[in-house]
């Protein structure tokens, strides 16, 4: 559903414009001033913004220029009833989508709103597509890397097995035996780590074969579940789950599911922390898509970091905790498929991630006769 915000101290314009785009099926919030309208950017996140130029409080320019700062991609349409040039020019500099004049026809303001949201799109359509060349670049990189880090690692981790040995047959004071072997063991689990990180670098732009080795979703849940019981078991965290018929059929991709649902349970368990919470998991369809949303009552996320945590290397952890690929390779993995991965989060309250996924057409009606019917083309306008 496209989200609007009307902004405009004009409150009878404001209303009625507002509730004739809620009768389109908009999702609409008001503002009468330029307070109420930066407040309301910051939590509701609109797509496109009908802004008034002229206000009392922060005018329309200077709203647009911090929105165009905060969220580049939502798209701002000034209404206004200044006829000089100069301030369209300046609007549109500052990265307007257009300019309509008052009085605007409804029918030249729904014209507006349709090619900003064209344009709004092309825009998150360009950034995927540079977001998935960046993960295709990281991921050749990643065999590199790979390659060039674990071969020494591995031999590395033979000479320590040998100078165990040794140490098992040359008679040492057993202080500085414990202290050799401490530093042996140390270098084994940083050897494993580095091992770790080169693993998930080339996870990073996977190939996946849709049609192999494939599950249920439920199940591939309570087995990303199960291979992290004891760091569970270790706080007061309660999972929750509900799933639509569609997703206990065997279906779906054991490989990359388990990547995807265990790197966002990870990410649950590391925003609930040992205080515990509550981490639900819901499937359920949407038309022909599958829609999957892991939520936690964590501590959430802060607005200004939403729109990097799929970027890879990107972490709020401290040093060591977190290497910044987990998310990533969630990213690389749903996009593989065909879906979209995104987030929204409360400081405080939590975070809720929500996978949008084609249903398996094909297999659905092969393995269950299940009818699914060809998604039908969507109204440009929604």
Same mark, same amino acid.
């Given at each position: 559903?496209?989200?609007?915000?009307?902004?405009?101290?004009?409150?009878?314009?404001?209303?009625?414009?507002s509730?004739?785009?809620?009768?389109r099926?908009?999702?609409?919030?008001?503002?009468?001033?330029?307070?109420?309208?930066?407040?309301?950017?910051?939590?509701?996140?609109?797509?496109?913004?009908?802004?008034?130029?002229?206000?009392?409080?922060?005018?329309?320019?200077?709203?647009l220029?911090?929105?165009?700062?905060?969220?580049?991609?939502?798209q701002?349409?000034?209404?206004?009833?200044?006829?000089?040039?100069?301030?369209?020019?300046?609007?549109m500099?500052?990265?307007?989508?257009?300019?309509?004049?008052?009085?605007?026809?409804?029918?030249?303001?729904?014209?507006?709103?349709?090619?900003?949201?064209?344009?709004?799109?092309?825009?998150?359509?360009?950034?995927?597509?540079?977001?998935?060349?960046?993960?295709?670049?990281?991921?050749?990189?990643?065999?590199?890397?790979?390659?060039e880090?674990n071969?020494?690692?591995?031999?590395?981790?033979?000479?320590?097995?040998?100078?165990?040995?040794?140490?098992?047959e040359?008679?040492?004071?057993?202080?500085?035996?414990?202290?050799? $072997?401490?530093?042996?063991?140390?270098i084994?689990?940083? &050897?494993?780590?580095?091992?770790? !990180?080169t693993?998930? %670098? /080339? @996870?990073?732009?996977?190939?996946t074969?849709?049609?192999?080795?494939?599950?249920t979703?439920?199940?591939?849940?309570?087995?990303?579940?199960?291979?992290?019981?004891?760091?569970?078991?270790?706080?007061?965290?309660?999972?929750?789950?509900?799933w639509?018929?569609?997703?206990?059929?065997?279906?779906?991709?054991?490989?990359?599911?388990?990547?995807?649902?265990?790197?966002?349970l990870?990410?649950a368990?590391?925003?609930?922390?040992?205080?515990?919470?509550?981490?639900?998991?819901?499937?359920? $369809?949407?038309?022909?898509?599958?829609?999957?949303?892991? &939520?936690?009552?964590?501590?959430? !996320?802060?607005?200004? %970091? /939403? @729109?990097r945590?799929?970027?890879?290397?990107?972490?709020?952890?401290?040093?060591?905790?977190?290497?910044?690929?987990?998310?990533?390779?969630?990213?690389?993995?749903v996009?593989?498929?065909?879906?979209?991965?995104?987030?929204?989060?409360?400081?405080?309250?939590?975070?809720?991630?929500?996978?949008?996924?084609?249903?398996?057409?094909?297999?659905?009606?092969?393995?269950?006769?299940?009818?699914?019917?060809?998604p039908?083309?969507?109204?440009?306008?929604?």
């Amino acid at each position: 559903m496209l989200t609007i915000l009307v902004v405009d101290d004009e409150v009878a314009f404001a209303d009625v414009l507002s509730q004739r785009l809620r009768t389109r099926g908009m999702q609409v919030f008001t503002a009468y001033n330029g307070h109420q309208a930066l407040d309301l950017m910051q939590a509701k996140h609109p797509d496109i913004v009908l802004l008034d130029i002229t206000m009392p409080g922060p005018d329309g320019l200077t709203i647009l220029q911090t929105l165009k700062e905060q969220n580049p991609i939502t798209q701002v349409i000034l209404l206004t009833a200044d006829s000089t040039i100069s301030t369209a020019v300046t609007g549109m500099k500052l990265g307007a989508s257009d300019y309509l004049m008052k009085p605007a026809s409804f029918d030249n303001i729904l014209q507006a709103i349709h090619e900003a949201e064209q344009k709004r799109l092309n825009t998150l359509s360009r950034k995927r597509m540079a977001e998935t060349a960046k993960l295709a670049a990281l991921g050749e990189l990643g065999k590199g890397v790979a390659h060039e880090i674990n071969n020494p690692v591995h031999i590395m981790v033979n000479e320590v097995g040998w100078i165990e040995d040794l140490l098992e047959e040359i008679p040492m004071n057993a202080d500085t035996d414990k202290q050799i $072997r401490n530093s042996l063991q140390l270098i084994r689990e940083q &050897a494993t780590r580095c091992k770790t !990180i080169t693993s998930k %670098l /080339l @996870t990073l732009r996977p190939a996946t074969n849709p049609v192999s080795d494939l599950h249920t979703l439920p199940t591939i849940w309570d087995k990303a579940v199960h291979l992290r019981a004891n760091r569970i078991s270790k706080t007061k965290v309660t999972l929750h789950q509900s799933w639509s018929q569609e997703f206990q059929h065997p279906l779906w991709s054991s490989t990359s599911w388990m990547q995807i649902l265990g790197n966002l349970l990870d990410n649950a368990l590391d925003a609930l922390g040992l205080a515990g919470g509550d981490i639900t998991i819901t499937g359920q $369809r949407q038309g022909n898509d599958a829609i999957v949303t892991i &939520a936690d009552t964590g501590h959430g !996320i802060e607005a200004h %970091l /939403l @729109t990097r945590i799929f970027e890879p290397f990107f972490s709020t952890k401290d040093v060591g905790q977190g290497i910044g690929l987990g998310l990533a390779i969630c990213h690389g993995f749903v996009e593989s498929m065909g879906g979209d991965i995104s987030v929204r989060s409360t400081l405080g309250q939590g975070s809720v991630f929500t996978i949008k996924m084609p249903l398996p057409v094909n297999l659905i009606q092969k393995n269950t006769g299940v009818k699914i019917l060809t998604p039908a083309k969507e109204d440009a306008n929604e």
